[in-house]
């Protein structure tokens, strides 16, 4: 088996030196946590053939629990007995020794370690210095580690060049290959709100077989935006994570998480800016499984559609929750001109069956500059109970004689405040 980049020189000395015995052995094993030994009981009935056999020899293993053998508890760790799975964000670690089986002092030995991916190789080595020499049944030991950031294919290139008491110098190689799994699955969705709001909805998913220890889910927002997790609530001043205490997340386990991100004041005043931001920021994850082994996982910068506000935006800055029927009540309203030239703008309110405005309709509003806004305070009754609609506003270019209609803006709670609720 070849890996790309050795220059030919080397493969031809491979090739020669293959039909001859080498004077030094090459060993590598993964480096992994133990797992916990579970004991399958086997019994059976006194008055059957085999009596209480079963039962003498569950006391007798040195895995079962006294008193308990015929439970499937163990108290034993048990060392791994193949290479196992290695996922996306772990760290990957080996021990890599040299021993010299030979009866003869062995010079200028290098051991190289290099991890081939399918974009790139990696020197894992912790010295690139050549030991003088090795004495018989010495060895020379080395561990790497390396944090896995891709997946797929990886292949371990373990190289040892020395040199023989006779000055003839030796070179061989040897290579182990592994896959790299992903362990989750990472889902977006991005909900734009009537103001420069955006909230993230974030569905993680545990692919492995084993369950997960959440130890952190966090959003890194852009620069333009701060950033507030909607994961917990809070009761009797203290914050409780809507996931309980314990952040388990079990084999093939989905679970939502939610933020809400906010642009900051800097830019929440430029609107042109805020509209073409499609970049929010990017999550870190980070997990324990088994026996404390530690994952970590950052996505890509984590992208949105951008929303389309046309030409001129209206939203609302101050709007109450809820209203007494007949009665004013007054609203907020923010205009941003989202085009690139200067817009003279006319205001009409028009009466809706519900909901009637308060004021002069077709008033001037003044020049508006390009990504420049307007605050206008309205007032407004309503004269039907219930969850009521602000609609009826009309805004017109009086250069370009274009209309901009808003509809359903916003809803209300209409209530009557001389109706005593029953007890």
């Known amino acids: 088996m070849q890996v790309k980049g050795q220059s030919s020189a080397a493969d031809k000395m491979e090739v020669n030196q293959a039909k001859q015995e080498h004077l030094l052995a090459l060993k590598v094993m993964r480096l992994t946590k133990p797992t916990l030994?579970?004991?399958?009981?086997?019994?059976?009935?006194d008055r059957d053939l085999p009596g209480d056999l079963f039962v003498r020899l569950m006391k007798d293993d040195p895995s079962t629990v006294k008193g308990a053998e015929t439970l499937i508890l163990g108290e034993m760790l048990t060392l791994p007995q193949n290479f196992g799975n290695i996922f996306l964000g772990e760290t990957f670690s080996s021990y890599i020794s040299v021993h010299n089986d030979s009866n003869q002092i062995v010079k200028d030995i290098l051991v190289k370690a290099d991890l081939q991916t399918s974009s790139?190789?990696?020197?894992?080595?912790?010295?690139?210095?050549?030991?003088?020499?090795?004495?018989?049944?010495?060895?020379?030991?080395?561990?790497?580690?390396?944090?896995?950031?891709e997946i797929g294919t990886h292949i371990l290139v373990c190289a040892v060049s020395y040199t023989t008491?006779?000055?003839?110098?030796?070179?061989?190689?040897?290579?182990?290959?592994?896959?790299?799994?992903?362990?989750?699955?990472?889902?977006?969705?991005f909900y734009n709100a009537e103001t420069d709001e955006v909230f993230l909805e974030a569905q993680i998913q545990n692919i492995t077989t084993s369950p997960m220890f959440m130890e952190k889910v966090s959003l890194e927002p852009s620069m333009m935006y701060n950033v507030t997790e909607l994961?917990?609530?809070?009761?009797?001043?203290?914050?409780?994570?809507?996931?309980?205490?314990?952040?388990?997340?079990?084999p093939l386990d989905t679970r939502q998480y939610l933020y809400c991100l906010k642009p900051k004041p800097e830019f929440a005043e430029k609107a042109g800016v805020i509209k073409g931001v499609t970049v929010i920021g990017k999550l870190d994850i980070v997990w324990k499984t088994n026996l404390g082994e530690r994952g970590r996982l950052q996505?890509?910068?984590?992208?949105?559609?951008?929303?389309?506000?046309?030409?001129?935006?209206?939203?609302?800055?101050?709007?109450?929750?809820?209203?007494?029927?007949e009665e004013p009540f007054d609203?907020?309203?923010?205009?941003?001109?989202?085009?690139e030239r200067t817009m003279d703008l006319e205001l009409e309110m028009c009466n809706t069956r519900s909901v009637h405005w308060c004021g002069v309709s077709g008033r001037q509003l003044g020049k508006l500059s390009p990504n420049a806004s307007l605050s206008i305070p309205l007032t407004l009754l309503s004269s039907v109970q219930g969850l009521q609609s602000i609609s009826g506003l009309r805004l017109t270019d009086t250069f370009l004689k274009r209309t901009y209609e808003y509809d359903d803006i916003a809803q209300v709670c209409v209530v009557c405040p001389y109706t005593s609720p029953e007890s």
């Open 37 to 45: 030994f579970t004991n399958m009981p086997v019994t059976c009935e």
């Open 120 to 149: 790139q190789r990696l020197n894992l080595s912790a010295s690139n210095s050549a030991v003088s020499e090795l004495k018989p049944e010495c060895c020379i030991d080395d561990v790497i580690h390396h944090e896995v950031k």
């Open 165 to 189: 008491q006779m000055g003839e110098k030796l070179y061989f190689r040897k290579f182990f290959k592994f896959q790299v799994l992903k362990p989750l699955d990472v889902k977006t969705k």
């Open 231 to 250: 994961n917990s609530v809070s009761s009797d001043n203290e914050s409780e994570s809507t996931f309980g205490k314990m952040s388990y997340l079990q």
């Open 299 to 325: 996505t890509s910068q984590l992208q949105r559609m951008a929303p389309g506000y046309g030409d001129v935006r209206l939203s609302l800055e101050l709007i109450p929750d809820t209203v007494s029927l």
């Open 331 to 339: 609203i907020t309203c923010k205009i941003t001109n989202c085009s």
